[in-house]
């Protein structure tokens, strides 16, 4: 993985930006902070481009949610 130009951002191998030194939950504090900025950025792309990392993150914070849910059942 390599940072990117976003402070606290990793690119990993599939291209996708992940917030460093994440743990379980931090994912939807990481997605809000990026979609606050999104708003007041000036560049239409840009903040294309980072609402589509925000929805990223949501997804993976989903998935988090859904397993341990899941690791809960398995006991």
């Known amino acids: 993985m390599k940072m990117s130009d976003e402070s ?3 690119i990993s ?3 996708h930006c992940v917030p460093t030194g994440t743990s379980e939950g931090r ?3 990481w997605a809000a902070r990026m979609a606050d900025r999104a708003t007041i950025e000036r560049d239409a792309s840009e903040a294309e481009r980072l609402m589509s ?3 990223y993150w949501e997804r993976l914070a989903n998935v988090e949610d859904w397993q341990g849910d899941g690791a809960s059942f398995a006991r």
């Open 8 to 10: 606290g951002l990793l």
């Open 13 to 15: 191998a599939t291209g």
């Open 27 to 29: 994912y939807r504090s």
């Open 53 to 55: 990392i925000v929805a």
